[in-house]
């Protein structure tokens, strides 16, 4: 880095963003605004999580598309539905998400509570990278009407309303009618939502690096209902059929945006999805070799940790049976982590 926004007083100032609900994060948030301070980086905090972080060393700003404004950083404590959260304030802002996962799996996190010291220095040192995760601008419309123009960085669904009914979709590519479904909903992903709903539905792993729109059914009563991957220009589209008479022979259905941004759709709307125009930046730390969990990690060891894959065996292209065992010990303790979040606390 070679240099970065100001505040108001002139120096460092990052924004951090909080997943309130959750007890433990509130001590985390007081612990890397204290450590951010004496390394010389203020924070700005949300009014509508200022009164429960309490923190007095943190300026509060109100909850609007400036709150991020002039900020070198986002830094979200929390899982990674605070992230996407976060991301509504971030990128307007062009500033990066950094995040302190407390959720259960945590995909687009950076690092975890015990990570804070790692983290803080290298956020004081400048030392990050940030990567461009490329986002979909969304279009929803009925009889040639705009009913909503919103965006995700994970995907747009386009659900059926009504659990007892199914839905009744003509999906199309680059303008051309593909198949129809009947199904209860459909997919429009990105390569970072990949690993989120798409995954869920039973669509494939994309790299981050890779620039690709996914499509994925979501149970498709159809002979051709397979994922598919196309063209980050091309433009994918849903049609909510509809019959004569304005009566229709399905449930109507909705639109969510990273299960964040909800639009009504009745029969006969159309839902256009594209590459964004605007990318969501993320952080990421340098690797440390000696930490717990993998911060800066590629995208392969982040898999394994985040999902516990088996990886024992593995040698390398050395042929190394330390790495082997450094794979088999890393899954242990995957595995035990799991196990401990499993059993009961004794909280209600």
């Known amino acids: 880095m070679t240099g970065w926004p100001a505040d108001s007083a002139g120096g460092r100032v990052v924004l951090l963003v909080v997943h309130t609900g959750r007890p433990e994060a509130l001590p985390v948030a007081r612990a890397l605004i204290g450590r951010l301070a004496d ?86 040192a400048g030392k990050y990278s940030v990567e461009r995760r490329m986002t979909v601008d969304v279009v929803a419309r009925t009889n040639g009407e705009q009913l909503a123009a ?66 994925v059914p979501i149970s498709a009563h159809a002979l051709f209902a397979a994922p598919m991957v196309v063209s980050p220009e091309s433009v994918l589209a849903a049609e909510v059929i509809g019959v004569a008479g304005g009566q229709s022979e399905t449930a109507g259905a909705v639109l969510w945006c990273d299960g964040r941004r909800m639009v009504e759709l009745p029969p006969g709307s159309r839902v256009e999805v594209r590459r964004g125009e605007l990318p969501v930046l993320l952080a990421r730390l340098p690797a440390l070799a000696d930490a717990e969990r993998p911060i800066g990690a590629p995208f392969t060891d982040r898999l394994v940790e985040k999902f516990g894959l088996p990886v024992s065996g593995w040698r390398g292209r050395g042929g190394s049976a330390h790495a082997s065992q450094a794979r088999r010990e890393a899954s242990k303790r995957q595995a035990g982590q799991r196990q401990a979040d499993e059993e009961p606390s004794g909280h209600a």
């Open 39 to 124: 390394a010389g980086v203020g924070a700005r905090v949300l009014a509508s999580e200022a009164d429960l972080i309490e923190s007095p060393a943190a300026a509060v700003v109100p909850v609007t598309d400036a709150a991020a404004s002039g900020a070198e950083m986002v830094l979200v404590v929390g899982g990674d539905g605070t992230l996407l959260r976060a991301a509504e304030l971030a990128r307007p802002a062009r500033a990066p998400l950094l995040g302190v996962n407390l959720g259960h799996v945590g995909f687009l996190a950076e690092a975890e509570p015990e990570d804070l010291s790692a983290a803080v220095a290298s956020i004081a």
């Open 150 to 215: 919103t965006w995700a960085l994970n995907e747009a669904t386009v659900e059926k309303a009504a659990r007892e009914r199914m839905l009744d979709l003509v999906i199309e590519v680059d303008g051309r009618p593909l198949s129809r479904w009947g199904c209860d909903g459909v997919v429009f992903a990105t390569p970072t939502g990949s690993t989120a709903y798409a995954f869920s539905a039973g669509g494939p792993v994309v790299w981050p690096e890779v620039e690709a729109l996914l499509m």
